[in-house]
């Protein structure tokens, strides 16, 4: 007997079937539709598994920018106590550096995306920037789990798949088994 089907943000949960006859006399399946029923569904767990893949990678790509930009903030707070100039590089475009001499600096501007740009205190922009690390280390938690819950759905859809068709062999020769064979 299927288990209740539950769900996981949007990923429909796949249920462990124990007992096919029963499984297809509910669903009102024959053994070709359920086993195309099947097949959809695990398509449908691999496109939801490419975008949560491509959501993951993002995400880590995200968070060392975000840890390098509040190292960067750190060091101006730093500097901004003592009386000497930072010199940094900075990229202004890919592959193209520039030096540049920092002096007293009160404020940082933050690439916020979407061609925006906000000027923000050094304590903001840390309080910022913490925060948005904060929220990406968690989303990607969230992913990690929602990764984990959709590769047991599919694997218990595989495995259902394997057991409805092999349900249906064994059917087929337990058919053959019994009708007379002719001589």
């Known amino acids: 007997m299927a288990e209740a089907i539950t769900e996981r943000r949007g990923i429909p949960a796949a249920s462990f079937v ?41 995400l880590q790509a995200k968070i060392p920018d ?13 500097k901004k106590d003592s009386s000497e100039a930072l010199i940094a590089d900075f990229e202004v475009a890919e592959g193209i550096y520039s030096r540049a001499k920092i002096e007293d600096a009160e404020s ?22 913490q925060t948005n690390l904060e929220n ?20 218990i859809t595989q495995v259902t798949t394997a057991r409805v068709y092999n349900w249906d062999v064994h059917q087929r020769r ?9 001589s």
């Open 18 to 58: 124990q007992d096919v006859q029963s499984y297809l006399t509910q669903s009102d399946l024959d053994v070709n539709s359920a086993l195309a029923f099947l097949q959809e569904r695990l398509q449908q767990y691999r496109v939801v598994e490419m975008k949560l893949l491509a959501q993951q990678r993002d």
């Open 108 to 129: 940082v501007c933050l690439w916020l995306g979407a061609n925006v740009m906000l000027q923000y205190s050094c304590e903001e922009a840390s309080a910022l920037l």
């Open 66 to 78: 975000i840890e390098k930009c509040l190292d960067i903030v750190a060091t101006l707070q730093a």
């Open 174 to 182: 337990l058919r053959q088994a019994t009708t007379p064979k002719e």
């Open 136 to 155: 990406a280390k968690a989303s990607l938690e969230v992913l990690v789990a929602d990764l984990q819950f959709l590769r047991d759905q599919v694997t």
